[in-house]
Every structure is written in structure tokens, then in C-alpha cells.
């Protein structure tokens, strides 16, 4: 047991871990609780991606060449690799669930290989916050991952011969614990491309959720009414959605920030939680140094500026 004693606190764990056992209350998962999808990234490596472009230019999944690869399978979308996938369910190559959702890209670099955005990780297991819940996840995962390769070896032309290349040190989790803050950033701010007097960043990545329950639910379509499908949209993120109430000296930047279920995953990825990252680490300082390590004593604008300073798009 130890005591790490400051002035400010910064929760930055993803799991809002250490805001939630300092009493923030906090949402977890969607109306029914269940959080959005996991997955164990990984790369193939030793691929011929000369045929494997020629191979998907020649099956309906276009390429602008072997140098930047994006190709992708989802049960009921029209991808052309469908029946590929088909067929190695029915060969015991791959799981039904193994269908779920595919996707790979070229790596920038790093010729020769391709990194997978995926398994999915058995529905059952979501709570990012579960240490149990996790390392039964990994174990899913890198069994799915063996399936996948075995897959690609088997149907993808330029893969007969890879090999795994990296497999990600953890599970990737897209939602878990999420605070309750100053303010609750929603779907119709995303939609309505909102704006905020403490804006701390811009976004425009896409509603994006990964669901368990089979189906898709996401609202990333190139086209509607809506102002976020304006060319150049964007909506802001304030720093009151890092601020937990109830606590005076703690932020919480990242995928934890207050959000709900839905704006939630427009926020989660990386370059907003860096971008709130440096934000609360400005805050942060400032408090400690100047206001006794109140957070919400620190001058917006002044952040703002500084932030601006240091290229900040705000």
C-alpha cells in the first residue's frame, strides 16, 4: 500500500480508475449497459502486397496501388470477400463471429506487411474495466488472430506465406467508464456541430460504435441534413467535459471524458484524447501552481491562448 499525495490529479487511465474510486459518479455501456465491441489488433507480415492488390483490384475492393491497401469484410455489407469468408466457415477455417468484422491497411514503411484492425472479441466479454473480463479477452483474441492467419493464408493471394508479425500488447477497448462532468457532451451536439465557449479541441471522426448485439449502428454516412455533414464540420469538445463533479482538484481527459454512449464514440480515438491530454496538463499545472490546485479556477482563455500557441486547433 502507498499514497501518492499532489495538488491535482490527472485520470488518464481510459477506465476513469481512479475518478470513480475517488466517488465521481459515472455511466458505463449503452441504456442496457453493455459497452461497444473489444479487439486485439495485430499485423501479417512476408505479404506479396503486389498480388494481393492485383487480387482485390480483380474482386471489386478497388486499390490505388500496393503501396496503401485498405480492404474489408462485414457480414451483409456487399463486401466482395464474402463468399471467401463464407467458405472458410464452412471449412472450420474461421468462426461465424470471425465475420463479425475485418479489416486491413498497408503500414506506411513497413513493406510487406499489413496491420488488422480487428478480431472483434467474443460479445460476451466488454467490460474494459473487468480485469477478468480482459484476460479472457486476450486469450479470444489471440486464438481469432491464429483463424484469421490460417484464413489469409488459405484465400488471399501474396499471403501464403506470412506470418504474424505484432500482436498488440493489449486489448483494444472503446468505451468503459465514462464521468459525469461539468458538462455531458450528446449526439446532437456532434450532430449539430456545437460550439463551446471552453472549447479545448475540435473533432469531426465519425459516430462510430462498434456494437456487440449484432446490426450496425453507425452514423458516420457521407451525406445528410444535418451541419456535421457540411464539408469541413466539426464540433467542439469544452474542458467542463473533463471536470468530474464533486471533485476539485482531478480531470479527466480521454475516452473517459463526460459523454454519452453515443457522442462517446466520436471521442474516444487518439488524437482527441491527445488533444485533451495536453489541455488538462496545462489546467493542471496552473492549478497546482497558482489557484491551490482547483481546476475550475484556471482561465479558460488564457488556456485557450496557450494552447493556441502550441498549435492547438481550437
Not at 188 to 194: G, S, V
Request: proline share 5%.
Amino acid at each position: 500500500m502507498q499514497a501518492l499525495r499532489a495538488a491535482v490529479f490527472i485520470d488518464a487511465t481510459g477506465d476513469a480508475d481512479l475518478a470513480a474510486r475517488a466517488g465521481v459518479p459515472f455511466h458505463a455501456g449503452d441504456e442496457d449497459g453493455i459497452h461497444q465491441a473489444m479487439s486485439l489488433r495485430f499485423t501479417l507480415a512476408g505479404v506479396d502486397t503486389a498480388r494481393l492488390c492485383a487480387f482485390l483490384n480483380a474482386n471489386g475492393q478497388g486499390q490505388t496501388g500496393e503501396h496503401f491497401l485498405h480492404f474489408w469484410m462485414v457480414w451483409g455489407k456487399n463486401s466482395t470477400l464474402e463468399p471467401l469468408f463464407r467458405e472458410a466457415v464452412e471449412a472450420g477455417v474461421l468462426l461465424e463471429r470471425d465475420g463479425d468484422y475485418f479489416q486491413g491497411f498497408s503500414v506506411p514503411g513497413r513493406p510487406g506487411e499489413i496491420s488488422f484492425n480487428c478480431p472483434r472479441i467474443r460479445p460476451e466479454l466488454h467490460d474494459g474495466a473487468d480485469p477478468w473480463q480482459l484476460s479472457a479477452a486476450q486469450t479470444d483474441g489471440r486464438e481469432a488472430i491464429d483463424r484469421l492467419t490460417a484464413f489469409c493464408r488459405a484465400s488471399l493471394p501474396g499471403c501464403e506465406n506470412a506470418f504474424i508479425g505484432v500482436v498488440a500488447p493489449m486489448v483494444g477497448v472503446r468505451e468503459s467508464r465514462r464521468i459525469v462532468g461539468e458538462y455531458t457532451l450528446t449526439l446532437t451536439d456532434i450532430l449539430d456541430c456545437a460550439r463551446f465557449p471552453d472549447v479545448i479541441c475540435r473533432n469531426h471522426y465519425p459516430v462510430d460504435i462498434h456494437s456487440v448485439k449484432g446490426g450496425a449502428r453507425l452514423l458516420h454516412e457521407r451525406d445528410g441534413t444535418a451541419p456535421y455533414f457540411a464539408k469541413d464540420a466539426y464540433h467542439e469538445i469544452p474542458f467542463r467535459a473533463i471536470v468530474p463533479v464533486g471533485i476539485s482538484n482531478l480531470l479527466v481527459p480521454g475516452r473517459a471524458a463526460s459523454s454519452t454512449f453515443e457522442a462517446q464514440s466520436a471521442i474516444r480515438v487518439q488524437q482527441n484524447c491527445h488533444s485533451m491530454g495536453e489541455a488538462a496538463g496545462i489546467a493542471a499545472a496552473w492549478a497546482a501552481r497558482e489557484h491551490d490546485g482547483r481546476v475550475r479556477d484556471v482561465g479558460i482563455d488564457a488556456l485557450q491562448t496557450e494552447l493556441r500557441r502550441l498549435g492547438g486547433n481550437l
